[in-house]
C-alpha cells in the first residue's frame, strides 16, 4: 500500500468514469455501519467533501478496521464504483486497507460533532482536520493566488519588502524591536539610554509594520509593483479584527493619484471575490451554512440579512460608494446613534478619528454598501501622505466592508521634496532614518500612490468567519504565541 500511488479524493469525486481500481489516502472522519457492511468517510483535505470506503465485511474482518477511527490515517485500495447511497455518485468498495497511524480514540481531541471555535483555536496544531478550517484554508490558498493573478495580469511585479528594518512606516510606534543586545545588562551610552550601535545590526531594528516605503522605491522604477507578506504590529489590541502578526498586499503605482488608487483598489476586491465565488463554490456553500447556523444564537437584529455568497455577490455587483471624510462626518453628526448618544465615541466636530462603530453605521446601516472615504484631515494620518491645496487634508482614502469595517487602507504620496521633508520634521521623525526615501523625492520624483489590504481582513469577508484568529493558521495575538 505505501508504495501504491495513490489519487487526490477531490479527482475521484470528478470521476466520470467507474469500475476503475483506485488507491486513497487520507484521514477517517466517520465509520458507521454493521455486522455485515461498514461505512468509512474519508477525507485528504483535496475537497470539503469525503469519499464513502464501503467494507464488506467478509472480506474484512473487525480486527482489519478495528484502527479506522476517527483521525486515524490510512490508505485503501479498492474499486470506484457507483454510489446507490444519497449524497454522493462514487465510492470505492475496498479489498485492501492499511493504516499509517493511529488514533486513539480516548485521547484524539476530534469528534465527529460541533466543537466551539474557541476550543479549535487551542488546538490549532489540529484543527486543519476539521471540515471548517480545511475550507477556510483552502480558500486562503485560493485568495492569495487571485491576488498574484490579479497584478500579475495588470503587469505588476511582485517585491519582497524586508522584515526587519530601521524605519516606523506608519510612524505609529508599535513596533516589535528585534535586538540581540542583553536584556539585563545592555550597553548604555553616557546619556544613560541604550547604545544600539553594538547591537547586530548597529542600529535599533524592528519588525515591519509595513512594507509600503520599500514598495515606493520599486515603483519609482519598475512603475507597478506590490509586496504581498507578513507585517508586524504591536497594538494591544484584544479585538476580533486585530492580530499582531498579519499579512498585507501592498500595492504601489507610479504616474497614477488618489483616483487611479481607489479604481485600482475596487478592481482588485471585485476581481479577487469574484475568483472565490467561480473555484471555491463547495467550501463556500459549507461555510455560508456554517454561518446560517452561527446566526440563529444571534438576536434577530444583529444577523446579517444576505446570506454569504449572496454578500459576496453583492460586492461583485454593486459599486462602491465614494465620499469625503468631511462628507461622512455630516452624515455621522447628524445621524440618529450620534444624536441620540449611542455612539462610544460622539462625532462633534470635523477632525475626529473615526472609530470602527462610525464606520460600521456607514457602511451597514447608511449606505449599505462597501464606502470608499477619501481625503482625511491630515492630523490623523501618516506623514508620508500627499498634502492637498485645502492645506488641512490628504489624499488618503480607506475602503470599508460590511462586517468588517477598514478593510484597504491607502494614499496618493507626498512626493515633492520640500513638502514632505517639513511634514517629516513636523511630526518629528529623524530625518536621517529616512534619508533613502526622502533623496526619491530628489531624483526623478513622480506622483504615485498605492495602498494595503489587510490579508486577514478580506479573509474574514469572504469566508464570513467573524472571529480574524480563525482566518490565519496560527493566529500571533496579545499573550499567545502557542504554535
Ligand atoms: O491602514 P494601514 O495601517 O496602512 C498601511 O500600513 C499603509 N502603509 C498601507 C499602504 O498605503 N501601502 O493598514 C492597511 C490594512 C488595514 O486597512 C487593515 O485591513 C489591515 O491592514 N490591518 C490589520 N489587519 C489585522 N491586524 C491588524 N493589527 C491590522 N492593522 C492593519
Ligand atoms: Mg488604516
Redo the contacts with the bound molecule.
Keep these: 500500500m505505501q508504495d501504491r500511488k495513490h489519487t487526490p479524493v477531490k479527482e475521484l469525486l470528478a470521476s466520470t468514469e467507474v469500475d476503475l481500481e483506485v488507491t486513497v489516502k487520507g484521514w477517517v472522519r466517520t465509520k458507521r455501519g454493521n455486522a455485515f457492511v461498514q461505512f468509512i468517510a474519508l477525507n485528504d483535505g483535496s475537497t470539503i467533501n469525503n469519499i464513502q470506503v464501503v467494507a464488506d465485511m467478509k472480506i474484512f474482518s473487525e480486527e482489519d478496521l478495528k484502527q479506522f477511527t476517527t483521525g486515524a490515517a490510512v490508505g485503501v485500495a479498492g474499486t470506484l464504483v457507483k454510489s446507490t447511497g444519497a449524497g454522493q455518485t462514487v465510492e470505492i468498495q475496498a479489498t485492501q486497507v492499511f493504516v499509517y497511524g493511529v488514533a486513539d480514540p480516548e485521547k484524539f481531541p476530534l469528534q465527529p460533532k460541533k466543537h466551539s471555535l474557541e476550543f479549535l483555536r487551542e488546538i490549532a496544531h489540529l484543527r486543519f482536520r476539521t471540515s471548517t478550517f480545511s475550507a477556510v484554508f483552502r480558500i486562503r490558498h485560493a485568495l492569495t493566488f487571485a491576488i498574484h493573478k490579479f497584478f500579475n495580469d495588470r503587469g505588476f511585479y511582485n517585491i519582497h519588502s524586508p522584515i526587519i528594518t530601521g524605519s516606523d512606516?506608519?510612524g505609529?510606534g508599535e513596533m516589535f524591536r528585534v535586538t540581540l543586545l542583553n536584556a539585563k545588562n545592555p550597553p548604555l551610552k553616557e546619556d544613560g539610554t541604550v547604545d544600539y550601535s553594538q547591537d547586530f545590526f548597529g542600529k535599533e531594528t524592528n519588525l515591519t509594520?509595513?512594507?509600503?516605503?520599500e514598495?515606493e522605491l520599486g515603483a519609482l522604477a519598475l512603475s507597478k509593483v506590490y509586496t504581498f507578506g507578513p507585517?508586524f504590529?504591536a497594538?494591544n489590541?484584544n479585538t476580533s479584527?486585530?492580530?499582531?502578526e498579519?499579512w498585507?498586499i501592498?500595492?504601489?503605482v507610479a504616474f497614477a493619484d488618489i483616483n487611479d488608487n481607489m479604481t485600482l483598489a475596487q478592481d482588485m476586491l471585485v476581481s479577487v471575490v469574484k475568483y472565490i465565488l467561480e473555484n471555491c463554490e463547495d467550501d463556500l456553500k459549507f461555510l455560508s451554512g456554517r454561518l446560517l447556523d452561527e446566526e440563529k444564537s444571534k438576536p434577530e437584529a444583529e444577523r446579517s440579512p444576505l446570506e454569504l455568497i449572496e454578500k459576496l455577490k453583492f460586492v461583485t455587483e454593486n459599486d462602491f460608494v465614494r465620499l469625503t471624510y468631511t462628507e461622512a462626518i455630516e452624515i455621522l453628526r447628524e445621524s440618529k446613534p450620534n444624536k441620540k448618544k449611542q455612539f462610544n465615541y460622539l462625532i462633534n466636530e470635523w477632525g475626529a478619528d473615526l472609530q470602527s462603530e462610525h464606520e460600521r453605521f456607514l457602511v451597514e446601516k447608511h449606505f449599505k454598501k462597501p464606502v470608499i472615504l477619501y481625503n482625511y484631515p491630515a492630523a490623523i494620518k501618516?506623514f508620508?501622505m500627499k498634502q492637498n491645496d485645502d492645506g488641512k487634508t490628504v489624499a488618503a482614502m480607506?475602503?470599508l466592508f460590511p462586517g468588517?469595517g477598514?478593510?484597504?487602507?491607502?494614499?496618493q504620496r507626498e512626493e515633492v521634496y520640500e513638502k514632505l521633508h517639513r511634514r517629516i520634521t513636523e511630526v518629528g521623525i529623524e530625518e536621517k532614518s529616512l534619508w533613502w526615501y526622502l533623496e526619491t523625492r530628489q531624483f526623478g520624483t513622480v506622483p504615485h500612490a498605492?495602498?494595503?489590504?489587510?490579508?486577514?481582513?478580506?479573509m474574514m469577508f469572504v469566508t464570513g468567519m467573524t472571529n480574524?484568529r480563525d482566518v490565519i493558521p496560527f493566529p500571533r495575538f496579545p499573550k499567545n504565541a502557542e504554535f
Excluded: C, K, N, W
Excluded at 509594520?209 to 516605503?213: E, F, H, I, P, Y
Excluded at 498605492?450 to 478580506?458: P, Q, S
Design positions: 512606516a506608519e505609529a509594520v509595513s512594507g509600503q516605503l514598495a507585517t504590529r497594538e489590541s479584527r486585530h492580530l499582531a498579519f498585507m501592498e500595492p504601489e501618516a508620508y480607506d475602503i468588517i477598514e478593510i484597504v487602507g491607502g494614499s498605492g495602498f494595503g489590504l489587510g490579508f486577514e481582513r478580506l480574524i
